[in-house]
Nanobody
Framework: QVQLVESGGGLVLPGGSLRVSCAAS????????MGWYRQAPGKQRELVAH??????????NYADSVKGRFTISRDNAKNTVYLQMNSLKPEDTAVYYC??????????????WGQGTQVTVSS
């Protein structure tokens, strides 16, 4: 059974920092690209950051709105992906979701989601 379990969300003041984590089980973690997405009330889910299976920093992608403030990283030995969020703004308030995805050699895609963790930036 595949599980992606996010943790580390919470309430933080504007300008503050938070790190969210996503622990994976039931998959060969090192073969999956990992992504952090977020969804604010009344808005569509959007990609925040994405990292390939080998963690190559040359292929990490960020949404323009978080570049320079957020950092995605992964530890394949711990089956965990992280999102370090600095200089948080009220507009970063959302439910943050972890995604694991990989293309199957024979076609199709394996795609899994966590249950989400709430991040609220407010004074």
């Amino acid at each position: 059974q595949v599980q992606l379990v996010e943790s580390g969300g919470g309430l933080v003041l504007p300008g503050g920092s938070l790190r969210v984590s996503c622990a994976a089980s039931g998959i060969i973690f090192s073969t999956y690209a990992m992504g952090w997405y977020r969804q604010a009330p009344g808005k569509q889910r959007e990609l925040v950051a994405h990292i390939l299976s080998d963690g190559n920093i040359n292929y990490i992608n960020y949404a323009d709105s978080v570049k320079g403030r957020f950092t995605i990283s992964r530890d394949n030995a711990k089956n965990t992906v992280y999102l370090q969020m600095n200089s948080l703004k009220p507009e970063d308030t959302a439910v943050y979701y972890c995604n694991a995805a990989r293309d199957r050699p024979w076609g199709g895609r394996d795609d899994y989601w966590g249950q989400g963790t709430q991040v609220t930036v407010s004074s």
